[in-house]
């Protein structure tokens, strides 16, 4: 278990947490291609690399990390989400990415630990 | 690793024994009562977050009409009452204070209709305020003038007036089609093929430009889910825009409605065209007018503006009753609602008409090397009558001068070195066209003055290919629109673009002269061949 910094403060900021979700994203699939043997991989791995981190933050949070690859095949894609919570402590950050062939979106739900 | 998390747990415990400790001595030692509260947290619901991506329209081709759907407006909508405080309150101050909107509330009045409305009315006005550059500093009196150097263009033939671009709709985006407005002399309607680069925006896009007001994003946007290849202001509906697509599916917007989206569309059936729609034209009178659209296949089809279910009439125009014409540009002469030229694929014209015994093609001109680009008859009314000229572009390098009485080209202008994409008649001087060629080349050809170069040229920055150009109604300026979504409009010079009285008998003379060139150039062919 690791010691976390309760000096800092408990408040989760959306709009600080969409950068480095961003990068997490371009990095796993910045150039290429939507790809049926991959996509599995990709989500995978922009889960992991977005969930540490976080959790490297080392703040008092339980994270959630949802990510969606669309394929653009002419479909449309709904989704939405809320949640019951201290509003004042917890927040979410949802990222929208899109390049020519695919869409991604990754949600982070971050919920303070007591 | 579960000792060393188990030893690191007991430290935390310890750790946490020793604080709670050390607080239980603290206020023995300050002998304070400390109420201990413990503050449960305030959970409430978070606002809804939503992931949107619209579905993109696709082209079907069927059988069936596709009329406009009326949407009622659902049964038991709530009124959103707003308070205030009430101006009518009496003079005791009745003072009921203002409701504080919730956040759902306050959405839902953005989603209005009125607000909707209200919001595209005033944005519209105040984007054009904040776009408006005024000198306020400009001396009548001309004193400033001669400190400044070469900016006076008083004497420039043709300049840039206005460079008109969208990065978001015209970006990456090829223009097909231009048309100025008759009704509005400010604006021009431009329409684009499809964004290669982003396969999810809609494959057809119209937008209509404003040269009035120095705003640079567009008065109008309208798309439909097939590229546009032709576009045109219906000359009697000022409201009214119509599209010929590339998948033969002619579409008209209405700037009176909200939508973006075309108000009625023709069907996508063999009862219209299921071919590319390169030419639309509304010829006629105010009272007796209709729409004349052909595709590449051949098929002519009129409709009524007001019912676009199913064509007034169609033809196909076939040439000796076997091949059908491939028709890229037509277009009627001056006055004229039932006679007109097409230019096809194969590099010939066709003269046609639409009614009587013998409608369909009646003559073909035979000239050009290569696929006609561009059509245009004289339009230029003055003291004499030239309507029975016309001239084509091609990509065979040449523009050619054509009479409709004559099967052969009156004269070829060959000054290009690349594929000519567009070719007009200026509406107001009788000697004057204007050409656009693949290589950024606008050239301007009197042929009052030279017939061997143009008057005046102007070569666009990057040398884009330009794909189309079209003289303003004032005949004072051009627009001519590239194949990278850019539409450029250049004022002509007065000495260029206004005719003087004499030009119609300048002109005469000069396709006199022309005439008389080419017998003496055949005769001396036919005399070299004999000998």
């Known amino acids: ?114 | 690793h579960t000792k060393v998390s188990s030893e690191t747990m007991w430290n935390t415990e310890t750790t946490n024994a020793i604080s709670r400790k050390k607080i239980q001595l603290n206020r023995e030692r300050r002998g304070l009562l400390l109420v201990y509260t413990s503050v449960a947290p305030k959970l409430g619901m978070a606002k809804v977050t939503h992931v949107d991506f619209p579905p993109r329209e696709m082209v079907s081709y069927t059988k069936e009409t596709q009329t406009p759907v009326l949407t009622q407006p659902k049964e038991g909508e709530t009124h959103i009452t707003v308070f205030c405080t009430s101006t009518k309150a009496p003079p005791e101050l009745q003072f009921t204070p203002p409701h504080e909107l919730t956040e759902e509330e306050k959405l839902q009045i953005l989603h209005t209709e009125e607000f909707v409305n209200f919001f595209d009315h005033s944005s519209r006005i105040i984007e054009r305020a904040l776009s408006e550059r005024v000198d306020l500093f400009f001396d009548y009196s001309g004193r400033d003038l001669e400190e400044k150097e070469g900016e006076i263009q008083a004497g420039a033939k043709l300049s840039l007036n206005r460079l008109f671009m969208d990065e978001h709709w015209s970006k990456h985006r090829v223009v097909t089609c231009l048309d100025w407005s008759l009704q509005y002399p400010e604006l021009l309607v431009a329409s684009y093929n499809n964004n290669e680069e982003a396969p999810h925006e809609p494959d057809g896009v119209a937008l209509v430009w404003n040269l009035k007001y120095k705003k640079a994003t567009p008065e109008y946007v309208f798309h439909c889910q097939s590229a546009v290849m032709s576009a045109a202001f219906a000359k009697f509906h000022p409201n009214v825009v119509v599209g010929g697509t590339y998948s033969g599916q002619i579409v008209l917007w209405d700037n009176r409605s909200n939508k973006r989206t075309p108000v009625q569309r023709t069907p996508l059936s063999a009862a219209a065209h299921t071919h590319p729609v390169y030419c639309v034209n509304v010829v006629g009178t105010q009272n007796a007018h209709n729409l004349i659209s052909i595709s590449t296949d051949g098929k002519m089809c009129s409709w009524s503006l007001d019912m676009l279910s199913q064509p007034q009439d169609s033809i196909e125009l076939v040439f000796k009753q076997s091949k059908a014409v491939a028709v890229t540009s037509m277009s009627f002469p001056l006055g004229d609602v039932n006679n007109f030229v097409v230019g096809s694929e194969d590099g010939s014209v066709y003269m046609s008409c639409r009614h009587g015994s013998k409608a369909g093609i009646s003559e073909m001109f035979e000239g050009h090397h290569g696929p006609i680009t561009g059509i245009n008859c004289h339009t230029a009314g003055g003291p004499l009558d030239f309507s029975h000229l016309f001239v084509t572009s091609s990509f065979d390098w040449t523009v050619k001068l054509w009479s409709t009485k004559n099967n052969k080209p009156l004269y070829s202008f060959e000054d290009n070195s690349d594929y000519v994409y567009d070719v007009m008649w200026s509406p107001i001087h009788p000697a004057l066209f204007a050409c656009v060629d693949g290589v950024g080349h606008l050239d301007l050809w009197n042929l009052n003055n030279d017939t061997e170069v143009p008057t005046a040229s102007v070569t666009v920055d990057g040398n884009p290919a330009l794909n189309r150009v079209r003289w303003s109604h004032s005949g004072k300026e051009i627009a001519v629109g590239d194949s990278d979504g850019r539409v450029r409009v250049y004022d002509v010079g007065e000495q260029t673009a206004v005719p003087r009285s004499d030009e119609w008998t300048r002109f005469v003379r000069t396709l006199a002269e022309i005439n008389e060139n080419r017998d003496d150039a055949e005769e001396q062919a036919a005399q070299r061949l004999a000998a």
């Open chain 1, 1 to 114: 278990m690791e010691e976390y910094n309760h000096g800092e403060e408990v408040l989760f900021n959306p709009d600080e947490a969409t950068a480095p979700i961003k990068e997490c994203i371009e990095g796993v699939i910045g150039g290429a291609d939507y790809n049926q043997n991959k996509v599995n991989q990709w989500t995978a791995s922009i889960v992991e690399h977005c969930l540490t981190n976080f959790v490297k933050q080392g703040r008092a949070f339980k994270y959630i990390v949802n990510c969606t690859i669309m394929q653009k095949s002419g479909a449309g894609l709904h989704t939405a989400n809320s949640c019951f919570w201290d509003s004042t402590t917890d927040g979410s950050c949802t990222v929208r990415w899109e390049n020519r062939t695919m869409y991604c979106v990754v949600c982070v739900f971050a919920v303070a630990v007591a």
